[in-house]
């Protein structure tokens, strides 16, 4: 199945590994399964990218929809690929799956290996968390730390011994302080605190009630405690929060502003316990919240300077499904500085190296 | 249905009260339902308490189970209430049901009083939030602030013009900030925060860890997601926060302290938006969260102080229960100095007057 290549560095790649690769060329998949979509990337042993697909999002493996959850996000998401690809499924070298609430060599690790086993045909498997794909993604499997606030928040290194540790990322009803679900969250919070005469008025109190169709605050508790409880029901409401931010609402600003501030600190925990030679830690910032532009990255900014002097915060290459497609090349022995820079070449011409 | 009088004060009421009222005595009843459990106090007209009686605890009305288990909670309360009185069930003058998630006037009242409806005959039945029962109880009635700090936190005043505010009270997920779930909350993300780098060291991650009999924290997640999420599954670990605290543990000292700022912001609230004459204001603190002590009422009196100098910190002299009985026998006209008097001394008599 070719495709077509446009650009002139992904010709020159192409024209000296065609040949090489060829005749062994098999096939990786690398997924990304976050709590609002799941994406799958499939990769010839030779980092071209060949297909894409999405699937739904995933919930706590604990949850009893969570095993389902998983497996129709999987799915759909690798049956889509194949058909992008223009190739019928078929047995591959290896699947690198990076998930949220699943955390390296848990039981819940073991447990998505089986499910995506039960759908792939593979000779190898591995599941991680996603913010391990989302890491060698950013920052093409070399040392640093990435930072990614989206739904959920988590920081997570690697120095150069291979040691990886993360803090943060504990979900939202045990952390995920900085996310899109904290942002969400503390802004109810704070418009409810105004309503009820213990904190400042606030721009929230018309921006939710306008959300909501509100007549009266009571209504919220109806919609809140009716609702199957999960991080995306107030993740939905961050955007408000950063609306408010941004038209000078002091009390959106200082919840963003302390959002910064606990992304900043995950990212000095991590740099904290691992060991980086060299003058610079890169710190790669990645997820939804980041969008809000400096609004959140001057105080992320300013914190983690003075946290973490030799921090320097440096754009992410590529996206988490990139980066798992990358371990998966690492798994199966096919990563050479060669299959990396046809994959970053291929993400970029086909439009999937997109970082959120 | 006689009960036996004990005390020199009651004799003295009940001397006076048995010949004139006797023939028109009829009953009310007063609920109080509460997230872990729902008392039930059944009364004569004349303020003589006949029953108490207890069902299970209550969700919000919204949630899918919210109005299966009122109704089993108020039956259940309510038959064991008649039981114990010896009676056979009747229509009573007035029940008056103080009841956690409903708010006054919302839809919520008219549903929970159409539940007791079809349950109890009555020539009145009225459903509010427990709160409302909790200042009746606390103050028989007269002006002033209850504030509770259970498995949930509110703040609720009422000023000499009859006007009642509440602050706080929003439920363990948009608020309730100083109640049991908030502290037993904290408690999670401050030895989360420590386990992964971000806070100081506190006992809470030892005493955590044996409470769940954890290997790691994910277990944690596993937990925490894998519930049925409602605020007794934090609240049941506030204990250990205070256990910690009252160890000297400086984390926990500070999860209980900002936990009593937070209860006196909450009553700060309710004062500035009533009015009350006279001197001083009285706030009756009650809930499981105060029997910390003074680890809790130290530092809630010094910030009460400080927001409120005339706040006057007094001791609750009825629950919540009773608090319902006051305002049932106010609905059918039968509050009066001396059915209060006999509310008080007969629930003091038979042990029910104990004010968590």
Chains 1, 2 share one sequence.
């Not at 070298?93 to 089986?114: F, I, R, W």
């Not at 997570?156 to 952390?175: A, H, I, K, N, Y």
């Not at 939905?236 to 609306?243: G, R, T």
């Amino acid at each position: 199945m070719p495709i077509e290549e446009k650009g002139a560095s992904a010709d020159r790649h192409s024209a000296g590994q065609s040949a090489a690769s060829a005749a062994h060329l098999s096939y990786v998949l690398g997924f990304d399964g976050g709590q609002t979509g799941t994406t799958c990337l499939l990769a010839g042993s030779d980092g071209a990218i060949l297909g894409r697909g999405v699937g739904g999002g995933l919930v706590h493996l604990a949850r009893p929809d969570g095993q389902q959850r998983m497996r129709s996000a999987l799915c759909e998401a690798v049956a889509s690929a194949w058909q992008m690809a223009g190739l019928p499924p078929q047995r591959c070298a290896a699947v690198y799956l990076g998930l949220t609430g699943v955390e390296n060599g848990t039981p819940e690790a073991a447990m998505a290996e089986q499910i995506a086993g039960e759908l792939i045909e593979a000779d190898i498997i591995t599941a991680a968390n996603d913010a391990t794909s989302a890491l060698a993604g950013a920052l093409l499997g070399k040392p640093g730390v990435v930072v990614i606030a989206g739904t959920g928040a988590i920081a997570l290194g690697g120095d150069e011994t291979g040691r990886q540790v993360f803090s943060g990322g504990w979900g939202w009803l045990l952390g995920d302080e900085g996310s899109a679900s904290y942002l969400g969250r503390r802004g109810v919070l704070a418009a409810l605190r105004a309503w009820d005469g213990r904190d400042p008025p606030t721009q929230l109190l018309p921006l939710l009630r306008e959300h909501f169709h509100l007549d009266d605050f009571y209504g919220l508790k109806r919609i809140i405690y009716g609702s199957t409880l999960e991080a995306p029901l107030f993740a939905d409401l961050a955007p408000l929060v950063v609306k408010a931010a941004q038209e000078e609402d002091a009390v959106a600003q200082q919840i963003v502003t302390e959002a910064a501030y606990e992304l900043a600190l995950v990212a000095s925990a991590v740099i904290n316990r691992l060991s980086f030679g060299g003058d610079s830690v890169p710190v790669a910032p990645l997820g939804g919240v980041f969008r809000a532009g400096d609004l959140v990255l001057r105080p992320f900014r300013r914190r983690l300077c003075r946290l973490q002097p030799r921090a320097r915060i440096v754009a992410p290459i590529l996206p988490a499904a990139c980066g798992s497609v990358l371990l998966a090349l690492r798994a199966c022995g096919a990563l050479t500085e060669t299959t990396i820079a046809r994959l970053v070449s291929d993400a970029w011409q086909r439009g999937w190296a997109h970082v959120e």
